[in-house]
């Protein structure tokens, strides 16, 4: 087991033991177990998922929309801090679907490197919220 600290700018999101993390990070994907080797990183905007127990099935993970932080891992904690959060809970595909347009039309229509910038990383939200959306849509888990 692996304790997990997943912190946002709202506050502290999970503070528990668990089985599995795998964090999204500028280098690829980590998985993450007890035992694991001391590390310091940087989340990407991605999906993080959990595995709470070594018994759950890939169904079972718990699935979360992370953008932009921090990985630490030592003495068996991972602590993870990110910008923002999102979970299947409160994602729309409809607003995601939308907002993905209007990024799309931001980049279009972008004028400068900034503009540019942030069109992309908006596009790139509103992607991992629709995975996090399909997710729901194709589990067999209540959300």
């Avoid at 409809?94 to 980049?107: G, S, T, V």
Wanted: no cysteine; glycine share 6%; net charge negative.
């Amino acid at each position: 087991m692996i304790h997990l600290k997943l912190i946002t700018l709202s506050g502290t999101e999970i503070d528990e033991d668990v089985y599995e993390v795998m964090v999204p990070t500028t280098g690829g994907t980590i998985g993450v177990y007890g035992g694991h080797a001391p590390l310091l990183g940087e989340v990407a905007a991605g999906l993080l998922s959990v595995r709470k127990k070594k018994t759950d099935s890939n169904d079972q993970r718990d699935q979360y929309g992370v953008y932009d932080g921090t990985v630490e891992i030592l003495n068996d904690t991972i602590q993870v801090l990110v910008d923002e959060l999102d979970t299947p809970f409160e994602v729309s595909e409809q607003e995601a679907q939308a907002a993905l347009k209007r990024a799309e039309e931001m980049i279009s229509k972008a004028k400068d490197a900034v503009s540019l910038s942030e069109a992309q990383a908006m596009m790139d939200r509103q992607a991992i919220r629709l995975q996090l959306a399909n997710l729901k849509k194709h589990s067999k888990r209540k959300y």
